[in-house]
Each structure stands twice: as structure tokens, then as C-alpha cells.
């Protein structure tokens, strides 16, 4: 079993930045694809960022130049730094962990945090 909490979010301003945290006990997370969601009031959870094991890294187009993953395996850690913050940006944040074939479907994760709420301001 792998516990998952995420810390860091809050409210900021548009343009601003904010750093997420997914901290993991349980097992380690070095062996996992590590990757943030967001979820907006009513919406479906949508992938952000994916790190795999090896350090590869994804992102959709959407942030892709904005927001930045990155894994501490020694701190069992995962960050997500997010620049140039938009209101649409707004929604709760989940980090999970797995091995998906398809790293874009939630469903495909096993372990997921209780989220953390950003809020951008315009």
C-alpha cells in the first residue's frame, strides 16, 4: 500500500506560482509512474504532469512550458511547480501513483491522494 498526501496548494494570483507537494509512505515511489490531475467543480480529472520511474516526463499542451514535475525518490516526494498561474488553472489537485499503460487515465493508477485545492484569482 502507498499513502499519498499532497500539500501546497492555496490562492494566488493570476501570473503567480505555487509548488504542490506528494509526499508517499508506505513503499517507496521510485518504482511508480508518479502524475498530477486536475479536477475543476463538475469536470472530469484531467492529467497535468507524469513522471515515470526513469524520469522521463510528460505534459499536455495545456501547461506545457508553465508547469514543471519533479521526484525526490530519497525524500519519497514528488512536486509539481506551477508558473504563469490562469483562473482556469483552478481545481482541486491529486497526485497518484501507478504503472498505467496510458498515463492519462485515471483509472489505470492505484493509489491517489486526497487532493489539494488551488485557486487562481483574475
Known amino acids: 500500500q502507498v499513502q499519498l498526501v499532497e500539500s501546497g496548494g492555496g490562492l494566488v494570483q493570476a501570473g503567480g506560482s505555487l509548488r504542490l507537494s506528494c509526499a508517499a509512505s508506505?513503499?517507496?515511489?521510485?518504482?511508480?509512474?508518479i502524475s498530477w490531475f486536475l479536477q475543476p467543480p463538475g469536470k472530469e480529472r484531467e492529467l497535468v504532469a507524469a513522471?515515470?520511474?526513469?524520469?522521463?516526463?510528460y505534459y499536455p499542451d495545456s501547461v506545457k512550458g508553465r508547469f514543471t514535475i519533479s521526484r525526490d525518490d530519497a525524500k519519497n516526494t514528488v512536486y509539481l511547480e506551477m508558473f504563469s498561474l490562469k483562473p482556469e488553472d483552478t481545481a482541486v489537485y491529486y497526485c497518484?501513483?501507478?504503472?498505467?499503460?496510458?498515463?492519462?487515465?485515471?483509472?489505470?493508477?492505484?493509489?491517489w491522494g486526497q487532493g489539494t485545492q488551488v485557486t487562481v484569482s483574475s
Open positions: 513522471i515515470a520511474s526513469g524520469g522521463s516526463r
Open positions: 508506505g513503499r517507496t515511489l521510485s518504482r511508480y509512474v
Open positions: 497518484a501513483a501507478g504503472r498505467p499503460n496510458h498515463v492519462a487515465v485515471g483509472t489505470q493508477y492505484d493509489y
